[in-house]
Structure formats: C-alpha cells, structure tokens
C-alpha cells in the first residue's frame, strides 16, 4: 500500500543520517542486497559494511563545501507491487542557515512494509544548478 507521508518521512530521517554522517543510520536505510546505478558505474551493494564504506567521510566533503542539510522532496512515487514503491526524490543541499546550495534528483525502489521502508535500488537522475 503507498502510504507517502510514510515514504516522505523515511526520506527525512535517511537525510538527516546523510548530513550527520551517522553510518549506522544510513546502513539501516538499505535492504539488502541493493544496487545504485550511476553515469559512470553501477554497483552492487550486499552488506552494511559496504553502505558505511562508500559514505565514509561523505558528510565532512559536504561540510567543507558548506553543506549540512540533505533535504529531500518527493516529487512521485508510484506502487509496482503490494511492497515496492518507485518514487522519485529531489534533494536540497542546504548551508547552516537552511539556504538551498546544490540540489539533484534520485530514483529509488524501495521495499515498504508495515514494520519499515528500505531502499533496494538508487538511480542518480539528475544534479541541478
């Protein structure tokens, strides 16, 4: 069942994990295995260990640009089966004072049940001036 407000919510606590840089949460994120698919490379995620590693030091790359927030907005999402949702999701990177700086859109399948929403699957869609 698409419940957005659900969806919505599960996208602000995994921004707030991002901008923080707290791996656990953002590992907690992710059902496994997972797959991202990006321009240059697409990768095949099978274990927590491995979210924590390609986000390792992330959050501080974003802080020396002036980053600290990862805002997001879900634009769609649109039920594929009883527990997969494809919903497309814009980001705000924002400054201290909550300025949008940088901002990009992903698509995401995730697998949302009664108890959680995980992602299974990231394409980078498009990054933004």
Same mark, same amino acid.
């Given at each position: ?60 790359q974003y802080h020396r640009r002036g980053l %600290?927030?990862? #805002?997001?907005? *879900?634009? !769609? ?7 997969? &949702?494809? $919903?497309? /999701?814009?980001?705000?990177y924002t400054d201290r004072d909550d300025v ?5 859109? %992903?698509?995401? #399948?995730?697998? *949302?049940? !009664? ?7 990231? &394409?980078? $869609?498009? /990054?933004?001036?």
């Amino acid at each position: 069942m698409l419940d957005r407000t659900a969806i919505q919510d599960f996208f602000t606590t995994y921004g707030q994990a991002l901008a923080a840089g707290d791996l656990d949460g953002i590992a907690a994120c992710y059902s496994y295995p997972a797959y991202v698919a990006g321009d240059a490379q697409s990768l095949e995620i099978g274990a927590p260990n491995e979210v924590k590693d390609a986000f390792s030091g992330a959050a501080e790359q974003y802080h020396r640009r002036g980053l %600290f927030g990862a #805002v997001p907005e *879900v634009r !769609a999402a649109e039920a594929l089966t009883d527990s997969l &949702v494809w $919903a497309d /999701v814009r980001w705000s990177y924002t400054d201290r004072d909550d300025v949008e700086q940088e901002a990009s859109t %992903f698509r995401y #399948v995730l697998r *949302v049940t !009664a108890e959680s929403v995980r992602i299974c699957v990231v &394409v980078a $869609a498009a /990054v933004e001036a």
